[in-house]
C-alpha cells in the first residue's frame, strides 16, 4: 500500500476520533515520521530522546564544517528503488533532486579482493577462487557453467554475509546446491561477457533454489537481492538531510538527553520514568509510543507487559554493525578505474566502499574502509577506536598501499553498533519465523505503542521503521480508552502530571 493511500485511511479513521496526546520515545527515523503525520492529524505529541542526537541509526558524519565538506554515512547509507514510503518521504521533503544512483557491491568490476593474500579485480575472483580452492568449484561430474556461477555465488556470500552464513552456504552447496545449480538453465544470468552473473534475476525467477536453502540462508539471500540490486538511491549531501527535514516540520520540542529508564502500563495510562540533568522525572502519559531497540528496552524497568511481550523483548536478535570511513586527501583509487561499488579487503574488514558521489576535490574524498556485520562485527566493535583504525589501515592498505602513504589519511571516523549505547545493535534480524516475530514486537501493551525497524518486516531499513511508524499512528487514532472517564479524571489532558524525584 502506498504511502498516500494510507494517509488517506488515517484520515478517515482521524475524522472519528477525539484528539489525543502522546509522548514519543526516541527520535529516529520511525519517531519523527509519527511525530510528522500526528500533528497533521491534529494531535500534541512531545518527544523524548536519550542520546545527544537526533536521527538514531542514521548518521552522516563530515569531515569538516563547509557546505560541501565530504562525508561518510555511519548509519543509513541507501535506499531501494522500490521502498515507496521511504521516497514519499524524501519527496514530501522536498528531497526528490537529492536522489542518485548508489553503485553498490558488484557493479564495478574493477573494483578488488583479497582472497588468501592474492589481490585481484572483482571480474577475476570466481576464477581465482576456483583455482585456490578446488572441490566442487573444478569438480567436472559439473559443468564449466555449473561450476562458474557455484564460484560467483560463492564469491558473493564470502563478500557479504557474515560468518555462521558463510559456512551455512558452504554445506549447502557441498550436500544438494550443486546438483540445483546442474539442473536449472543459468546461461540467461551471465553477463555478455561471461564475467559477471545477475544475482537478483537469478534469485528472483528461481525461487526453487532459494527453497532449497537452510532458513538462514535463504532469508539472507532475500536480503542479498536487495543489496545488489542495480536500483538502490542515495541522497547526495548526505542521509541526515531526511532526518532533519523531518524534525523541522514538527512544532514539538525535541528534548533530547531524556534517557528513558522505567515504563509501566497501567489500565488507562503508560507511566514513564526518565534521566535529565542527574534528575529523575516521573509522567503519567495518556499514550506512549516506544521507537527504543528492544535491546535498549530490555535493560529499562519493565512492569505491566503480559508475558508474550517481554518475551519478544527479551528474544529478539540484534545483529552488531560496523563501519569505518577514512577521510582521504584525494579519490586515488579512481586512478585505477574504480568510480564507485566495493571491494572486499579480507580478514575481518569485509567491505571497502567508494563514493560514488562526487566531492569537492579540494575538500579530499571519503573511503568507507570497512563496513562488517555479525560476528566480523563483533570483534572489531571490542577494540578501541583506535586499534580499530589501524586495523582497518593495515588490512585495507594491502588492496590500497596509497593508505600507507604520510598525508594520504586525513581524518577518521567509525561507529561500533553493537557497542553503541543507544541502539546495542546494527539492526535485527529475522531469519526464523520473521512473521510472528515482528507482529509479537509490534503488539501495543494498553496505550503503550512500538515502532521501528524491530517491528516491521523490513528489518534493517527505513523502508521497515516507517511502515511500522504509520501502522502505529493508525493503531494510536483509533484506539479509545477502555474507562475514559478514569483516564480523564487521572490524567488531565490540559494539564499532564510531571513529578521531578
Known amino acids: 500500500m502506498d504511502a498516500n493511500t494510507i494517509k488517506e485511511q488515517l484520515q478517515l479513521i482521524n475524522s472519528q476520533s477525539e484528539k489525543k496526546h502522546i509522548t514519543i520515545l526516541g527520535a529516529g527515523i520511525a519517531g519523527l515520521v509519527a511525530a510528522y503525520e500526528l500533528e497533521r492529524l491534529g494531535h500534541t505529541v512531545e518527544i523524548l530522546e536519550g542520546s545527544p542526537r537526533i536521527g538514531g541509526r542514521v548518521w552522516t558524519h563530515r569531515f569538516g564544517n563547509e557546505p560541501d565538506a565530504p562525508y561518510a554515512e555511519l548509519g543509513a547509507m541507501r535506499i531501494p528503488g522500490d521502498h515507496e514510503l521511504t521516497l514519499h518521504y524524501v519527496q514530501e521533503m522536498g528531497l526528490s533532486d537529492k536522489l542518485c544512483k548508489f553503485m553498490t557491491v558488484f557493479e564495478e568490476s574493477n573494483a578488488k579482493m583479497n582472497i588468501d593474500g592474492k589481490v585481484i579485480r572483482m571480474k577475476d575472483a570466481p576464477r581465482t577462487l576456483q583455482q585456490t580452492e578446488g572441490g566442487l568449484l573444478t569438480d567436472t561430474r559439473y559443468s564449466e557453467q555449473t561450476r562458474n556461477f557455484a564460484a560467483w555465488l560463492k564469491t558473493i556470500i564470502n563478500t557479504i554475509a557474515p560468518g555462521n552464513l558463510r559456512s551455512d552456504f558452504e554445506r549447502d ?17 551471465f553477463s555478455e561477457d561471461g564475467e559477471t552473473i545477475d544475482l537478483h534475476s537469478f534469485l528472483t525467477q528461481n525461487k526453487s533454489f532459494r527453497a532449497k536453502c537452510s532458513q538462514g540462508l535463504d532469508i539472507f539471500l532475500g536480503d542479498i537481492m536487495t543489496e545488489t540490486s542495480h536500483d538502490l538511491l542515495q541522497l547526495k549531501g548526505g542521509m541526515d538531510q531526511l532526518i532533519q527535514r523531518l524534525a523541522t516540520s514538527i512544532k514539538a520540542d525535541i528534548k533530547c538527553n531524556a534517557e528513558v529508564v522505567a515504563l509501566r502500563v497501567e489500565k488507562d495510562h503508560t507511566q514513564i520514568t526518565w534521566k535529565q540533568n542527574g534528575q529523575l522525572h516521573t509522567s503519567n502519559c495518556d499514550y506512549v509510543l516506544c521507537t527504543i531497540p528492544f535491546s535498549i528496552l530490555r535493560k529499562m524497568e519493565l512492569s505491566g507487559f503480559d508475558e508474550q511481550k517481554l518475551d519478544s523483548i527479551h528474544n529478539t536478535v540484534y545483529c552488531p554493525g560496523t563501519k569505518v570511513a577514512f577521510h582521504t586527501k584525494e579519490a586515488f583509487w579512481q586512478q585505477e578505474g574504480i568510480k564507485g561499488g566495493a571491494s572486499f579487503s579480507g580478514e575481518g574488514v569485509r567491505q571497502t566502499y567508494y563514493p560514488s558521489v562526487k566531492f569537492n576535490p579540494e575538500r579530499g574524498s571519503v573511503m568507507l574502509a570497512s563496513y562488517t556485520i555479525g560476528d566480523d562485527a563483533d570483534r572489531m566493535g571490542k577494540m578501541s577506536e583506535l586499534e580499530r583504525f589501524d586495523y582497518v ?3 585495507v592498505s594491502k588492496l590500497h598501499p596509497e593508505l600507507n602513504v604520510p598525508g594520504t589519511i586525513v581524518d577518521k571516523a567509525s561507529i561500533a553498533w553493537g557497542e553503541y549505547k543507544w541502539s546495542a545493535g546494527g539492526c535485527t534480524i529475522h531469519w526464523d519465523d520473521s512473521e510472528s516475530n515482528y507482529l509479537a514486537a509490534q503488539r ?5 505503542f512500538f515502532a521501528g525497524e524491530h517491528c516491521s518486516r523490513f528489518p534493517a531499513w527505513l523502508q521497515g521503521s516507517i511502515e511500522s511508524s504509520l501502522e502505529a499512528v493508525r493503531d494510536i487514532v483509533k484506539h479509545e480508552q477502555v474507562t475514559k472517564s478514569t483516564a480523564v479524571n487521572t490524567i488531565s489532558r490540559t494539564n499532564r502530571q510531571l513529578v521531578t524525584v
Not at 444 to 448: A, C, S, V
Request: net charge negative; proline share 8%.
Open 173 to 189: 552447496l557441498q550436500s544438494h546446491l550443486m546438483d540445483e545449480l546442474e539442473r536449472l538453465d543459468l546461461n540467461p544470468y
Open 393 to 395: 589501515q593495515n588490512t
Open 444 to 448: 501495543p501493551q494498553n496505550t503503550l
